[in-house]
């Protein structure tokens, strides 16, 4: 079965339960699951439970797809997504966001934790990225040679939608929380950068790094699927002056801003 049918069946199989169809997508990063709060909940299914879909490996990922409602917008919810460094390909990890698409989604948010290299971002500080660097090591549109997929050589001139940023901007205000911008740079991972590495990587332009997000927001281009991501800093990644740092505290700290970031989700979502 080519990558084509596989979406077909996986969006079939999920087409077979009954739900309204989801006009908006979202995936949601580690340790950021609270957004799953203000989700009326239709079905919550585990990724093993789909045909084609990966298996998530990460602790800290529920693993489960989520069909629902915020307020009156349908919505399917990954919480927890797929990484490259788990091992799979680019096409497992992205492969979701084609399901989505296919399910009808129009407007995609995701969230990540991401290391801040920006002197002026502080743990637990929101960043809407503004664009982006990718230094993963593969690529998911690599060897998709039919027009099925979408362009063979999407523009990436503006990779997340200034009007979704917008609305974004304009929910945080209106809950008084600071919504800073940044550029992320995408990294393999699994392990965290060494001074050097931070030294170049902000040397290139990036703001923030981590391990995911790009590939996805790579095919929702491809999909011409408008998306907007905002990370949540949990590290600070001052090369003159680093401090060790597990996934542990990685995972805590963004669980101290999960509420602020979920609900201006919630809120931009409420009025898509
Ligand atoms: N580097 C890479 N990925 C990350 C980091 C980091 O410092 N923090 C959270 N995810």
């Known amino acids: 079965m080519d990558l084509l049918q596989q979406v077909a069946a996986a969006t079939a199989w999920l087409q077979a339960l009954s739900f309204e169809q989801p006009r908006v997508g979202v995936v949601l990063g580690t340790g950021l699951g609270e957004l799953t709060s203000h989700i009326k909940i239709a079905h919550s299914i585990p990724y093993n439970q789909i045909p084609h879909f990966p298996e998530s490996t990460v602790e800290s990922h529920k693993g489960q797809l989520i069909l629902g409602h915020i307020g009156k917008t349908p ?4 919480q927890g997504r797929f990484h490259y ?5 680019m096409q497992q990890i992205t492969f979701p966001i084609r399901v989505m698409k296919a399910l009808g989604v129009e407007q995609l948010l995701l969230s990540n934790a991401a290391g801040g290299m920006n002197p002026s971002f502080k743990k637990g ?6 664009d982006h660097i990718n230094m993963q090591p593969e690529n998911p549109l690599r060897g998709l040679n039919s027009s099925a997929f979408g362009p063979r050589f999407p523009d990436m001139s503006r990779p997340y939608d200034p ?3 917008q609305k974004l901007h304009v929910a945080a205000d209106a809950q008084g929380v600071v919504l800073k911008s940044g550029i992320y740079v995408s990294v393999m991972g699994p392990n965290l950068e060494t001074r050097a590495e931070y030294r170049f990587l902000r040397m290139a332009g990036a703001d923030l790094v981590g391990m995911s997000t790009v590939p996805e927001v790579i095919v ?19 090369p003159d002056n680093l401090h060790p740092v597990s996934i542990e505290e990685i995972i805590a700290v963004a669980a101290t801003a999960d509420k602020k970031l979920s609900n201006i989700f919630a809120a931009v979502v409420a009025e898509l």
């Open 220 to 238: 929702a281009n491809q999909l011409k699927l408008p998306c907007a991501a905002v990370s949540v800093v949990t590290d600070e990644c001052d």
């Open 163 to 165: 009007l979704l940023g």
């Open 85 to 89: 460094y788990e091992g799979y390909t």
């Open 75 to 78: 919505v399917v919810a990954m």
């Open 125 to 130: 500080d929101l960043i809407l990225l503004e």
